[in-house]
């Protein structure tokens, strides 16, 4: 251990070829701190770290017996039995990486049906607020966090804003109806009971502001056609060129020579009612917020900002990405928020449906590079709505996302009102086992391309190490990787890189496990964390271990973000100077951690 002290070069077998480097020289306050250096050492590094690794956590086991762990770390320690389960039963490698989120509805909201869903492996709950009232929604919440508590389940909730967007207003007809050729229709804003033939009404007075003759009408993205033959105020008469249908609540969308038109509503991205639900959505303690039709990052810190002020715990925003304006401010809208929804509904209303695979997939690299956890959501495998099975096509489309390294996937109508969604469940569940293991024997892992997140230097050597540590992760095969971690962020900076094992995430903050529900590879733990890092260490493992959990000869790798306490008192007047020592100190404690496994566990072997 004594060999870390002084010098602080990070030796990390690799078998990419050539020598990496990352200078850390440019200091603090204008003076060097040190050099992480990663070598590339070939076999026999390889070699002699994973039998040393191998040894160390048996060492690490039988040692821990005669420490005395300090208080509080006797207390609770908190796996979902969902995760426990498939560990018992498959192994670190058989734990699913993609996480599951599901749309409750009608069809699944009782708790029996609750149940199945979080045993088939939901991992979050989502609730869209177009639909169900009030009460529904908070008997579905507190059915939820009842499940989580006395069955042992770790489900989170997620509320989706309802947002504002033009669309059909729903007069309680039959659930579809029938557009002909030819056949001429009256869009209009003025309000009518139940329906009439050949006439709909919109649900925003201006919908029509800036459409001309000839412009085309597109229904839910292409269920329907029509052009426009004449405008009257802002009354539309419309003639179809394409037969289709018209669902409940179908989205409107125009466009002229190919293109979208493009016009600012102004209406905004949260409403009144939005609001309101959003505090009934603090009030009832749910850990996401989905925020509808986003267009910028203004409304990602409007909320933010609000949630900071109401809400006493952390609660993360996502923003979902449906309108074409959210693509052009794509960047900033990631960097705002906490997460993504790729939100193919009602982006392929605004975009050529041709465009979604290829966005999809810009979505979800922009979202790693900026370390933001993203959900691909919408007609997975819509065909389960109706029936047992899904069609090929489907499951080569949630193939694709899980290719593509998604965090979640999501179900909508084939969970809320299908027939078959614990089945739907089932199909993501497989699927992405199916494609995880694949892509590890393939070693598809593609490098990130390193876009530097952190500024200050703490965050770059964070960073740094998270990255460096999946690689000798992968290099060394090892089984698991241990995240110690108080607000997830050294836990979700290893998602980033998707490494081959599962990452644990041990955290001591509740709030902080529920959110890393949604983050590719991470079974977050509830512990009561020392800023003892050895006794975490130690702690933990026994844990997992009394638990059947892990067994001798696991390899696990440690990472930490939990810093110890100072034991002496900063003198004022040399603060530069401690903070540069302190700063080095956490260099080498975290530099000491991923190095740790090998060098202090050769000390006790040997
Ligand atoms: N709470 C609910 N009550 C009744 N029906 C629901 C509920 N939630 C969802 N649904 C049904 O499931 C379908 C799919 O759900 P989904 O959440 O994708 O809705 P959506 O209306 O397409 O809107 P969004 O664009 O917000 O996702 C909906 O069209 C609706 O019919
Ligand atoms: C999920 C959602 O809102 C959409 O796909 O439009
Ligand atoms: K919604
Ligand atoms: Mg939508």
Redesign the pocket.
Known sequence: MASAASDLSLICQSTIAGDQRVDLKNGVFGRPVSTLEFRCHGETLKKKLGFKVRAAVQVGLEGSKSKAYPKGLEGAFQLDVVSEGELMEKGFLGLRKTKLVC????ACCSLEDLEKLALGGMNVAR??M???TRE?HRDVIRKIKKLNEEKGFSVSVMI?TEGSQIHVVDHGSPSSVKVEEGSVWLFTAEQFEGSRPFSVQANYKGFSEGIEVGDELVIDGGMACFVVIEKTGSDLQCKCTDPGIFLP?AKLSFWRDGKLVERNYKLPTLSTKDWADVDFGISEGVDFFAL?FVNHAGSIKQLKNHLSNKSTKSIRVLAKIESLEALHNLEEIVQASDGIMV?R??LGVEIPLEQIPAVQEDIIDVCRQLNKPVIVA?QLLESMVEYPTPTRAEVADVSEAVRQYADALML??ES??GSYGPKALSVLDMTSSRIESWSRQENRQSALNHYQLGVSLPDRIAQQICTCAVEMANNLGVDAIFAYTSHGQMASLLSRSRPNPPIFAFTNDDSTRMVLNLQWGVISLRVDLSDDVEYNISKTTELMKSKGLISQGDVVLVVSDVTPKRSTPVAVQSIQNIFFLELQMRLRYKFMHVYAEWNTFEWNTF
């Open positions: 749309t409750i509805g009608p609730l869209n177009c639909h169900g529904w989706d609540r509808s939100a509904g009602d919408s909508s109508g809320a009102i």
